[in-house]
């Protein structure tokens, strides 16, 4: 792929990080196109999963939500969790290093893009017991 390429990328072309509550398509990320301060990507969530309260420490998130209903908990300054329902359109802004969890309440799919300041946090992601990388030919989700 040249240069040009990796400033233009859709979730199936990318390998993506599969769970057992999704999958992530890192589409922005220094390691995919050389982002220096931010990373993100597609998140697709089958209805009634989500991911289990956690945090990023040192970084920020934003969460778009492109499709389906959700649900969304954010632990305030002191650990108090709020829980919101979210839907198509809604912007999500979690403060650095914020507990934090997402869940698909709808009958369908759930989608988000999810961005990270600065890049990093997804790393992490590789260390969690059920984390798989799934080829862009073997992914079943659009």
Not at 9 to 19: E, H, M, N, Q, S
Not at 24 to 37: F, Q
Not at 81 to 91: L, N, Q, R
Request: with cysteine; charged share 20%; glycine share 12%.
């Amino acid at each position: 792929m040249s240069t040009r390429d990796h400033m233009f990328l859709y979730p199936k072309d990318v390998t993506i990080f599969g769970f057992d509550w999704g999958e992530l398509a890192l589409t922005v990320a220094p390691e995919v196109n050389g982002s220096e301060r931010f990373s993100g990507g597609v998140v697709d969530l089958p209805s009634g999963k989500g991911h289990a309260r956690h945090n990023h420490p040192g970084a920020e998130e934003i969460i778009f939500v492109i499709s389906g209903n959700g649900e969304q908990m954010i632990e305030d300054e002191n650990g108090n969790p709020t829980v919101h329902p979210v839907g198509p359109g809604c912007t999500i802004y979690i403060p650095e290093s914020r507990f934090h969890s997402t869940t698909n309440t709808g009958d369908g799919p759930m989608q988000l893009f999810v961005v990270y300041s600065p890049a990093g946090p997804e790393r992490a992601l590789r260390e969690l017991p059920d984390f798989r990388l799934i080829p862009p030919a073997e992914r079943h989700s659009q």
